[in-house]
């Protein structure tokens, strides 16, 4: 079956921008959850959603927000772009997130932000 | 905060070496989680640990979850090159979400 499939794979952009990341979870999962990862403060949770419905949300401003569609894909959208959002942001499905197994990441996004 | 601290932070070793990773807390988790990363690509999940004490075996890996269940470790035997990568450990967040908290990783290089 596909695995957890992340668009685009690379971007660059400038600082005062917007982005819009997308993620498509293994068929039939629910759980999608956003992370951000860079090198100084390692894989930081961003936000899950389930259902539609965001069900958790990490410790970032405003500007991080996202969605779920009714097929369980989900996009995340960073306002107002800083260096300091420059990372590699991955998201990871499951069936319904409560469950000790079955966390499949996709390969990311590696957004750059100059 | 209940975070997960991993030691060491980085580790170099010339091909068939031993070496052990290890994941400590301060509190009590239910299960633990152990990933490898490779450049460029998102942590693939290696193994699931419940049971305190309890020990699982992937090929030349072996996990071991600690008797009172806030301490983990990784041993990794006859290393090879492909075993070079990032070593994640992970904690859910809460019981029912899915919400991992991570350790900050061991970055292993294998030299042939």
């Known amino acids: 079956k596909a695995g957890v499939t992340q668009t685009p794979r690379y971007l660059i952009k400038t600082r005062g921008q917007q982005v819009t990341l997308s993620c498509s979870p293994i068929s039939g999962h629910r759980s999608v959850s956003w992370y951000q990862q860079t090198p100084g403060q390692g894989l930081q949770f961003l936000f899950e959603y389930f259902s539609e419905t965001q069900r958790n949300k990490g410790n970032f401003p405003g500007r991080f927000s996202g969605r779920q569609f009714s097929n369980s894909r989900s996009e995340m959208n960073v306002s107002t772009l800083e260096l300091g959002d420059s990372a590699l942001y991955l998201c990871a499905s499951s069936l319904t997130g409560g469950s000790n197994y079955g966390y499949t990441f996709g390969s990311g996004t590696r957004l750059t932000v100059v | 905060t209940q975070l997960l601290e991993q030691s060491p932070q980085f580790l170099s070793i010339q091909e068939g070496e031993n070496l052990t990773v290890y994941c400590n807390s301060s509190s009590v988790f239910s299960s633990l989680q152990w990933y490898r990363q490779e450049p460029g690509e998102g942590p693939v999940l290696l193994v699931t640990v419940v049971t305190g004490g309890e020990v699982k075996k992937l090929k030349r890996l072996t996990f071991q979850f600690g008797d009172a269940r806030k301490d983990s470790s990784l041993h990794i035997t006859a290393a090879q090159p492909g075993d070079t990568g990032l070593y994640l450990c992970?904690?859910?967040?809460?019981?029912?979400?899915?919400?991992?908290?991570f350790g900050q990783g061991t970055t292993l290089q294998v030299k042939p």
């Open positions: 992970a904690r859910k967040g809460s019981s029912n979400t899915g919400k991992l908290i």
